[in-house]
């Protein structure tokens, strides 16, 4: 009997298909436990690479939870590439729709917060600009444009996100306190870091990374977040090396 | 079938270990005896950071052997073009002392399942892996080194015996081969054939790299010994025998140890190091 590759993978990822014929020891006898060992292997890598990319997620679920969790994920979402170090984008969706998990309702966007760190420990090497070049005449600097590092990203939470992940991976960071919180990500050299971002932040770089000047991206971002801190945000961008270009257009006389 | 300028297997007849990041500075410290390092390809697929500047760093002291663990060669469905690129990208900025992959499969449907799954030795599956290696060739500008698999059971269609299989890739593709001798002790512990045998069969002329790494112990549902392959501990000592028959036949080789899962301290991974260098010592002139 011949086994296709179709059927052998069916069998991998669910345990409750039979077992392909065909698959036999030297006495020709059925396979049996031991095509368990391939299931185990797929089981037990994915589950590994899991814990490997999120390791906050891990240590909020506990690692038996966490365990269970990558079981289904992994059968829900085998990777779709053999770039293991990229597995896991769909995970923050994922625990999004675990009803079980409805209670810890922070977990996709800590997820996210992992995902974004994995990236940019992967994310092109580039040179950042000379925070010198930003020391210009403020009418010049709000008609500057940015280009940041492939790095560098930022996300907005309604959960005190970078409280939970400094809580989860500091020794003595403070409990975290109830409240919405934009998170800079940075590679200053090869270690990424997470940095607290002013209110608005998030929006502010996501309109610079969207090829708006400063001073439009922060007009815009005052109208949402009237407490938004340009000179913070643009000073954590500096100090993550997350600037890669300055432009400043030049006035038509 | 391969021009021969592109044989170029430059890995010295020496020990080499897979690299793991946390050796890093010992490495560059104390390598003795560890002539050379393996990298598996996929880890070195990102665009920059930490991964790749080490591997620049390595790659200036060491003459380093790209070892694929995502290519699907055995897979029914066409090779990932995408990963292709990413290969020819890799191979092409490392210009590395040698490139090698498995006789196996790890891709389908679009699932990547992150093991080396098992083929029939049929003659539909030489077929299909003599065009695969051709076209990796093809694509990457190099000759390839195919490895074979650690077996856990057979395929009642198979035809073909493995030694005979590789053989028959090697001369249809011009490849080379990477010897496992951890893997053939294991498989001919879990299917029953004498890894001496297997040896002999075997064509030990294309070998441009052989593997050692340590295995787990279980039994299958009828009692019978069954060996993984885990590369979680040391060799055994039936490995460095089946080792030491080898190499009596094939002379000098590079030698790699292999260990990927509980990746011990830097001594003890040179320890394992220290001991090929004396099967290599010992080889008679």
């Known amino acids: ?253 | 079938m391969l021009d021969n300028a592109l044989r170029s297997n430059r890995l010295p007849a020496a020990p080499g270990v897979g690299y793991k990041p946390q050796h890093f500075s010992q490495i560059l410290e104390h390598a003795k005896p560890v002539e050379w390092l393996e990298i598996h390809a996929e880890n070195y697929m990102g665009d920059g950071g930490r991964p790749l500047a080490q591997l620049r760093h390595l790659s200036e002291q060491f003459p380093i052997s790209v070892h694929g663990v995502g290519l699907s060669i055995g897979g029914e469905t066409p090779l990932d073009p995408d990963h292709l690129a990413r290969l020819k990208h890799l191979v092409g900025w490392l210009n590395p002392a040698s490139f090698s992959e498995h006789l196996a499969w790890s891709t389908h449907d679009s699932h990547f399942l992150n093991d080396l799954l098992p083929l029939p030795y049929t003659d539909a599956t030489l077929t299909r892996v003599c065009d695969h290696i051709d076209q990796v060739q093809g694509v990457v500008g190099r000759q390839m080194l195919l490895e074979n698999p650690s077996s856990y059971l057979a395929f009642e269609e198979s035809t073909w015996s493995e030694p005979d299989f590789l053989r028959e890739i090697t001369r249809r593709t011009g490849c080379g081969l990477l010897l496992d001798v951890n893997n053939v002790f294991v498989s001919a512990t879990n299917l029953d054939f004498s890894p001496q045998g297997y040896i002999d069969a075997y064509p030990l002329d294309k070998v441009g790299e052989i593997h050692l790494g340590g295995h787990d112990e279980d039994e299958d549902d009828h009692g019978h010994p069954l060996l993984i392959d885990s590369h979680g501990r040391e060799v055994v000592d039936p490995v460095w025998a089946l080792l030491d028959y080898v190499l009596d036949k094939s002379g000098p080789k590079p030698v790699l140890i292999e260990w990927d899962t509980d990746v011990p301290d830097w001594p003890i991974l040179r320890a394992e190091a220290e001991r090929a260098k004396s099967a290599l010592d010992k080889i008679p002139a």
């Open chain 1, 1 to 253: 009997m011949n086994v296709s590759q179709t059927t052998f993978h069916d069998a991998l990822l669910d345990a409750n298909k039979s077992i392909p014929g065909g698959l036999v020891d030297a006495q020709a006898n059925a396979a049996g436990r031991r095509f368990s060992v391939y299931r185990n292997n797929v089981a037990v890598s994915l589950t590994e690479a899991m814990h490997q990319a999120f390791p906050v997620i891990a240590k909020l679920l506990g690692s038996q939870n966490m365990d269970g969790l990558a079981g289904i994920f992994l059968r829900q979402h085998p990777p779709t590439s053999p770039l293991m170090m990229f597995y896991g984008d769909e995970f923050p969706a994922f625990l999004e729709g675990m009803e079980q998990l409805s209670h810890l309702g922070y977990l996709p966007d800590v997820a996210r917060l992992e995902l974004a760190l994995r990236r940019a420990y992967h994310a092109a090497d580039c040179q950042p600009i000379d925070p010198e070049a930003l020391s210009v005449p403020p009418e010049d600097l709000m008609r500057a444009k940015l280009t940041l590092a492939p790095a560098a990203t930022a996300l907005r939470s309604e959960w005190p996100v970078h409280a939970i992940w400094l809580f989860n991976t500091e020794d003595g960071a403070p409990k975290p306190e109830a409240g919405a919180q934009d998170v800079l990500i940075t590679r200053p050299e090869y270690d990424p870091a997470p940095q607290l971002l002013p209110q608005g932040g998030a929006a502010w770089i996501a309109r610079v990374q969207n090829g708006q000047n400063i001073g439009e991206a922060f007009e815009a971002t005052m109208a949402e977040t009237p407490e938004f801190d340009l000179g913070t945000t643009l000073a954590l961008l500096l100090q993550g090396g997350a600037i890669t270009s300055v432009t400043i257009e030049r006035l038509d006389t």
